[in-house]
């Protein structure tokens, strides 16, 4: 099964307007399509970058339990949606019990493959504690990573951080789907000219060729003869191999 679906989670007694963090991330993927802020699933959505773009879909959710929105999730009846999941986003204040539980190795939150992000709507944590607490997770094995919202596009170590950071996690996520954007850019490169086309101009340069030869006068320099069909000959061979 292909994983093309992103799973959004906020907490609605935060007072952190959770569609403002959505539209920056993906506003470009939703200014293409029809939705409203309080949909819950907005399809065919499509993600592009240099070098590829992939189809997928948004699902948004919301608690007021995060402990009992992960327990619902890890319910075997959710089995086929986490199969689903490209990736996991948690907006929320952040909470270092959660974290923990999430943190583990092979959590059952989402699949091995999935991506799994909290975005940090606090501030409390500074991008250093954030950098921290991302080295003890990744020390233990987990897959989560702790984003901090407030931050700019890049810290003192010229890193990608905040919103930023969770559109190139996406960037570098290896959609099944993409289609690279090579193959696109070369369907839309100018046509090279065809080998009946060459063709055609090759036996009109000799033909052209033919007459110029004919019309020197017999007492002509040799050399000029001779610097005339090399000429022809350089630009005869020139198209041939085009």
Same mark, same amino acid.
């Given at each position: 099964? +292909?994983?093309?679906?992103? *799973? ?17 991330? /993906?506003?470009?993927?939703? $200014?293409?399509?029809? =939705?409203?802020?309080? @949909?819950? #699933? ?17 699902? #948004? $959710? ?9 327990? @619902? ?27 923990? *539980?999430?943190?583990?190795? +092979?959590?059952?939150?989402? =699949?091995?493959?999935? /991506? ?11 991008? $250093? !504690? ?6 003890? #997770?990744?020390?233990?094995? +987990? ?9 700019? !596009?890049?810290?003192? /170590?010229? $890193? ?51 007459? =110029?030869?004919?019309? *020197? ?10 610097? /005339? ?14």
């Amino acid at each position: 099964m +292909g994983r093309d679906k992103i *799973l959004i989670a906020y907490n609605t007694d935060n007072e952190f307007t959770h569609y403002d963090t959505i539209k920056k991330i /993906f506003g470009k993927s939703l $200014d293409a399509v029809e =939705h409203t802020p309080n @949909d819950s #699933i907005v399809k065919g959505l499509r993600w592009r970058t240099k070098y590829y773009s992939t189809d997928f879909d948004l699902y #948004i $959710d919301q608690y007021t339990s995060l402990d009992q929105w992960l327990e @619902d999730l890890r319910d075997p009846e959710c089995d086929v949606l986490r199969e689903a999941l490209a990736g996991l986003i948690i907006i929320d204040d952040i909470d270092k019990t959660q974290v923990s *539980l999430l943190s583990t190795k +092979g959590s059952p939150i989402v =699949h091995q493959d999935s /991506f799994l992000v909290w975005c940090d709507t606090t501030g409390e944590l500074s991008d $250093d !504690e954030t950098e921290n607490m991302n080295v003890e #997770i990744a020390a233990v094995g +987990g897959s989560l990573e702790i984003i901090r919202l407030i931050s700019g !596009e890049k810290n003192e /170590f010229n $890193d990608t951080v905040g919103v930023e950071r969770v559109k190139e996690i996406i960037d570098t996520y290896p959609w099944t789907n993409m289609v690279k954007q090579l193959l696109i850019n070369t369907q839309n490169a100018p046509n090279k000219p065809s080998d009946r086309d060459n063709l055609d101009s090759i036996v009109q340069k000799l033909t052209d060729a033919r007459s =110029h030869y004919q019309s *020197l006068d017999k007492d002509d320099d040799e050399t000029d003869s001779n610097s /005339f069909a090399n000429e022809i000959a350089k630009e005869v061979s020139e198209r041939l191999s085009f």
